[in-house]
């Protein structure tokens, strides 16, 4: 069943180079609508739609609280079949299996809208409007093309216009957001997207904390001019600053346990084989579990820059934080059920930290939230060759009804 | 006139950002066409248009030899008005001014086609035709949008289309070039696009010899994950190691006299925040005065190259020759009569070195070739804000009609 779940997600966009399915694309809401149509013949599940984009499938008709399980079915451009498909068909089946034994159950999956945030660069998008965590300012976002977050979600139906401050003239934007339903504790299963499980022979991996990640813009300003005629000593180049900063960037995690450090994503103007760079600027991004390990990595990186400057003399150089996602505790009651399901049913598990973020941690603002996690074959994710055994993919259906059952038992 | 000209050929396609009229571009066609019409009333000058989309009007029926003038009209984008146009000015008053007076004299104006490379990385595209100096490689050269040098030479009726090998199925082009004209000397006049002559208080500068180019692509394959879940000690990560390359460019010119080294142009893929690079690239080009010199920059940048692999287990590194110009000397005999013609006038000169490459380099293959310099503002060059003082300006055609009697007058 939940194979026939996947496939079927699978199917809506997937083509030889991976499957793309943009957060805020038709091909994210034809999704969210394939996996309503599961209980598209029950009459107790309604379908619920919020002011954020995000998708409930709720067996009642009250505010709640509900147990739920849930996870998100945006995708990168040419990414994997199962990171966070994975979360939404293992709901879907555990709820019909327990919703077929005990009718009433106050039980919900929710599908979290534009988990990977690839379009505006932000992340955790719908499930962070349900935690109240998503800033106004957030809502001015442009993506590549210059559209504006706020634009979009008003062209969607869900938000209204930005509008232009008489005062001022700059646009603003509001976030409108009223949670449809109320959280009593949440249970999310996914892919490892590491290799620590295959590595230590364990099937289920239970997540007891997910690392922090911090997000900076590194830019540089100086003077494009001919790359014949201008001499060393006279340059204002742009780019060999930032290019020399990328290049230090793994020393700025040594000696720091779990700590990684990425540029993915950099920029020059023009761009001109024999024209000297005016322009660069370079994308950042630095993930460690703990709140004090993030600050040491982003002192190191100030520093990096501190004395980077005084080597590039007339070049403007600065960097500005993009945005910030704190280091996040699971809900220690939600770990020890899971790991107690998982014992029942003579699975062997690991606690094990997570270095990428997940709906789990926006929702452990506002409810007791669980992570597992099943193995990645050779630990590749947001890749085409993303992939996990059957018999695990199957298990986390599993585990999340057991888990499901149990977090009912103890809630009512 | 020489005014009335420059500003004819700036309002072809100027807006505020400066002047954009790319190499092959109907905006390169139409400032040949524009020149030409300046002898559109004389019965003894004829426009010939040649196999590589250079344009020559020339006095006279025969094959020649000519003693010829010329530059080029193409721009780099958002370039300025003088670079190139300068030349093309400067030589149709040159031709008419030494036409009224000497009807019949051997005379022609050389309008050499993209001169700037701006789209397929080439550069002194039409003089190196001319000159002989074009492999058939050279038309298998892709643009950013993949469309073939050889495909767009058909398409403007130029060349044959590239046809496809019956035995190894590669596509193959030829380029069928027969010059128009024989050329027994030639003479260019430039902007500086450097600040020697405004520090030195000189009104022209005479070119002795032309530095060498070679431009290189750097390039780097590893293999893109996610930038959370891979340690650092697991990764393949294609841009720091070419990041830490660029940035350490400069040192590879210490000690090296005019000796100058750019990274214009640097891509990564897939270039997400929170996406591993598998690929990067960086063109990387170095010029000085000397083979001796530019064959030890060479031999730097491929130590720095073979240094920096081992430090990136798991990353493929390697560099390839995108293109190499040799130094070039001018003519001795030019370089001497444009001296004396300018010490006649009582203008003050200054020889010098040119670390700009010129239409003059490729033609100082086939025939005697000199280049003169007048006074950049500010040294600035591929820029809006490039200009020259207006009685430079006038300067320069002044000298070019001196030098065309007087070396009119050696020739016959």
Redesign the interface.
């Known amino acids: 069943m939940i194979l026939k779940h996947l496939t079927k997600f699978k199917k809506i966009s997937a083509t030889k180079e991976g499957v793309t399915r943009l957060g805020h694309s038709e091909w994210e809401e034809k999704a969210h609508a394939a996996a309503a149509a599961a209980f598209s013949r029950s009459r107790r599940v309604r379908t619920v739609k919020d002011q954020a984009g995000n998708t409930f499938l709720v067996n009642g008709t009250g505010p709640g609280p509900y147990v739920v399980m849930g996870s998100h079915l945006d995708t990168?451009?040419?990414g994997g079949w199962l990171d966070g498909a994975l979360g939404v068909a293992g709901a879907l089946v555990a709820m019909q299996r327990v919703l077929s034994k005990r009718r009433n159950a106050p039980l919900a999956v929710a599908i979290w809208a534009d988990e990977?945030g690839?379009r505006f660069?932000n992340?955790l998008w719908g499930s962070r409007a349900f935690a109240g965590k998503v800033s106004d300012e957030e809502l001015l976002l442009l993506d590549g093309d210059g559209v504006m977050l706020a634009e979009l979600l008003a062209e969607r139906g869900l938000q209204k216009k930005p509008r232009r401050s008489r005062e001022t003239g700059e646009l603003q934007a509001k976030l409108v957001y009223k949670p449809p339903i109320e959280i009593a504790a949440y249970c999310e299963a996914h892919i490892?997207?590491?290799?620590q499980l295959i590595a230590a022979d364990k099937r289920i991996g239970i997540v007891t904390r997910v690392?922090g990640?911090r997000?900076w813009r590194l830019q540089s300003s100086g003077e494009?001019?001919?790359?014949?005629?201008?001499?060393?000593r006279?340059r204002r180049?742009a780019?060999?600053?930032i290019?020399?900063?990328?290049?230090?960037?793994?020393q700025l995690?040594r000696g720091i346990s779990?700590?990684?450090?990425?540029?993915?994503?950099?920029g020059?103007e023009?761009?001109?084989?024999?024209?000297?760079?005016s322009r660069a600027w370079a994308?950042v991004?630095h993930?460690a579990p703990t709140d004090r390990d993030q600050e040491e990595i982003a002192r190191r990186l100030k520093e990096l820059v501190a004395t980077t400057g005084p080597r590039a003399p007339g070049v403007g150089l600065d960097m500005a934080q993009i945005s910030a996602v704190r280091p996040t505790a699971m809900s220690g009651e939600v770990t020890d059920l899971l790991e107690s399901v998982c014992r029942k049913a003579g699975v062997e598990t690991m606690r094990m930290g997570?270095?990428?973020?997940h709906d789990a941690m926006s929702i452990a603002q506002v409810a007791a939230a669980g992570l597992f996690f099943i193995p990645s074959l050779r630990?590749?994710?947001?890749?085409p060759d993303e992939d996990s055994r059957r018999e695990d993919i199957k298990l986390a259906g599993e585990i999340l009804y057991d888990w499901a059952l149990a977090e009912l038992e103890r809630v009512s």
Chains 1, 2 share one sequence.
């Open positions: 990168v451009p040419n990977e690839y660069g992340g490892e997207q590491g290799g690392s990640i997000r494009t001019n001919h790359a014949g005629t201008t001499p060393m006279e180049d780019l060999v600053p290019a020399g900063m990328v290049g230090r960037l793994p995690v779990d700590g990684v450090i990425t540029c993915g994503a950099m020059i023009p761009g001109v084989a024999n024209v000297i760079p994308i991004e993930r997570s270095m990428a973020a630990g590749v994710s947001h890749r």
